[in-house]
């Protein structure tokens, strides 16, 4: 799946919002109330996407992270209650995110595997989470 934006702000300012907490949680909130990740944000590190209403998640590997460019996750198990589980359709499965600025403009683009049964449930919360990136990251205007 592909899914794009265009945001008026540098790649430096939508790379924070994508990655530092506060403002990660006010955009996957979109996908899960609350949903918060666990990691050192390090290449090669684990992280964990998770859901604290459900105790539910993703238990994933940063597999390429390039400061204000580039970051890629290789999703591995499926978290249910807290619990680590095997993922057997899906482990292996990238989602990436990319950042190309022009002229103070940052597209944002995010390819992803996704199972069927997940496909329309990402088709309707990407554009929806990738709008509250933008609204978090362009400078507000005056009114």
């Given at each position: 799946?592909h ?21 990660f949680?006010?955009w ?28 539910s ?10 400061l ?20 057997p359709?899906?482990?292996g499965a ?17 390819d ?7 496909k329309?449930?990402?088709?309707d ?7 509250r ?11």
């Open positions: 799946m899914f794009t934006v265009d945001i008026k702000a540098p790649k430096e300012l939508v790379w924070k919002v994508l990655w530092e907490d506060a403002y949680r006010g996957s909130s979109i996908f899960a109330e609350g949903s918060y990740a666990i990691s050192d944000w390090k290449e090669g590190s684990k992280i964990q996407f998770i859901d604290p209403g459900s105790q998640g993703m238990s994933s590997v940063i597999e390429k992270s390039i204000n460019e580039f970051m890629s996750f290789k999703h591995i198990t499926e978290i249910k209650d807290g619990k680590e589980q095997p993922l359709n899906w482990s990238h989602e990436n995110y990319t950042l190309k600025e022009n002229d103070g403009t940052t597209t944002l683009i995010v992803l595997d996704a199972m069927d049964e997940y329309d449930m990402f088709e919360k990407f554009p929806k989470a990738l709008e990136v933008k609204i978090l990251a362009e400078p507000q205007k005056a009114i």
